[in-house]
């Protein structure tokens, strides 16, 4: 596609959504929901200069879910013909009836008043107007560049990768919303050290606004020097010592927290946190956000999959849990209110983050007499039922306030609901890489078995 906006939502997608509702109702549904996204994908992934992934395809889907009797049924289909998709209806309307029901079925009520999808900043007409030579040059540069280093002994290749969307979603309640999204990562993973001390990271940037994206300079800096500082790790002894999360760790954690206090983990009674709505989880540093209506934010969207209006969230204020995340269906269920998180049939955070400190991280590093730099981690290990955490990680090991090694060949090991009430230092450091992300922080304790 050459430069230029792309063009807004076809009409006829819009309309064949309301048709297909219309069809559906007339068809025997008592409630019917569709989704209609058209999309836009480039993806390559470039290695030792040489292309070994390249995707470049727009594609169209449409969704529904069908309620009858409190019943429900869903179908999606890529084939958008109206008579494909008319058979669907009808199968679908058939098939809720053979369906279990369920007295929490059912879709959300008309909001009264919705968010302008303008406001949010979501799309950038520069993405579209990007040419496949422009996108596999950055990847080719970055990788260029980080392999310029003489430290760095191979590449895992670097990537970029962007999306344009545009979605419609028509409900039986009256509800009709679009908007159009664009999203662009370019990233790097390199390899350092000789056969029997080899190292590796990575470091990328992600986007709304190809103007934001980081340049391949600044990507390939970042993954070289995270990459170089895990040269020669040593081996420390199990000890209780404090730990520091880097900004990428705290997003694995806050990540854990989601699942945690998502409505469905609730239910579900698979999460410590059911039924702590008004109490303390965390000590007075922690104030955790979801925040959907964040311009330009990575995972802000004017209204979710149930066709709600996205809002802030306030999760945890100073440690106190103000609100379960929940999607209509988990808000019934809870009998709470929808915080406007569906995604599909599920749960989804918008963004989601630990509030930042005023402390910068060099200082909190400084503080510490002695303890562990979690820089990255490996396997699963994060059991929400009981809080639980035991993870592999790779770290820099600190001796009176100054990083003094790094270490590796260690596992953490603490509990959620500890580590929140452990807290001693928040930093200024919060960047939206990711949906789900926070600052630097420091934990009074955790266990960190080594040798």
């Known amino acids: ?38 999309g836009r994908e480039f993806d390559v992934d470039v290695r030792r200069g040489k292309i070994e992934h390249l995707v470049e395809a727009g594609s169209r889907v449409c969704g529904f ?36 029901p369920d007295e929490f079925a059912g879709l959300a009520p008309l909001a009264k008043k919705g968010v302008d999808a303008a406001e949010l900043d979501l799309f950038d007409p520069a993405i579209a107007g990007l ?7 950055l990847a080719r540069e970055t990788e260029r560049i980080a392999l310029g280093d003489n430290r760095i002994t191979n590449s895992y290749g670097a990537n970029f990768g962007t999306n344009e969307l545009h979605s419609v979603l028509a409900n039986s309640n009256g509800f009709v919303g679009e908007y159009a999204q664009t999203y662009c990562e370019l990233s790097v993973g390199l390899q350092a050290g000789d056969t029997d001390n080899k190292v590796e990271d990575s470091w990328f ?14 990507i390939a800096r970042k993954a070289v020097e995270r990459t170089v500082r895990q040269l020669r790790p040593r081996k420390i002894r199990t000890q209780n010592v404090p730990v520091i999360f880097e900004p990428t760790q705290t ?34 540093l922690v104030t955790v956000v979801d925040d959907g209506l964040m311009p330009g934010g990575l995972g802000t969207r004017p209204f979710d999959s149930d066709g709600l209006p996205s809002r802030r969230t306030k999760v945890v204020d100073q440690g106190i849990l103000k609100n379960y995340l929940c999607n209509t269906y988990a808000a019934r269920k809870l009998k709470l209110r929808s915080t406007g998180n569906a995604d599909g049939s599920g749960v989804s955070p918008n963004n989601f983050y630990l509030e930042p400190g005023p402390v910068a991280p060099r200082e909190i590093i400084a503080g510490t007499k002695k303890g562990l730099i979690i820089i990255r981690t490996l396997g699963h290990g994060l059991n929400s039922v009981s809080g639980d955490i035991s993870r592999g990680a790779f770290g820099l090991w600190v001796e009176n306030g100054e990083i003094a090694y790094p270490v590796s060949e260690i ?34 304790e955790m266990t960190v078995a080594g040798s």
């Open 65 to 100: 879910k069908i309620i009858k009797d409190k019943r429900t049924a869903y179908a999606s289909s890529s084939d958008l013909a109206p008579g494909t998709l008319r058979r669907l209806v009808r199968s679908a309307v058939k098939r809720a009836a053979l369906a279990s």
């Open 411 to 444: 596992t953490i090991s603490g509990n959620l609901g500890r580590i929140l009430n452990d807290i001693e230092a928040v930093g200024n450091d919060l960047d939206f890489f990711s949906p789900v992300t926070g600052p630097t922080i420091k934990v009074a």
């Open 251 to 284: 997003s694995w954690l806050m990540g854990f927290l989601f699942g945690c206090i998502s409505g469905t983990a609730v239910y579900q009674k698979a999460t410590f946190l059911a039924g702590r709505l008004g109490q303390k989880i965390g000590n007075g």
């Open 1 to 38: 596609m050459k430069g230029g906006r792309r063009p807004a939502l076809p009409a006829d997608l819009r309309a064949l959504a309301e048709s297909l509702v219309g069809d559906a109702r007339k068809l025997g549904a008592d409630e019917v929901e569709v989704s209609v996204v058209d």
């Open 205 to 218: 940037s992600s986007k709304r606004h190809f103007r934001d994206l980081a340049a391949p300079e600044e």
């Open 131 to 137: 040419d496949s030579k422009t996108k596999i040059g």
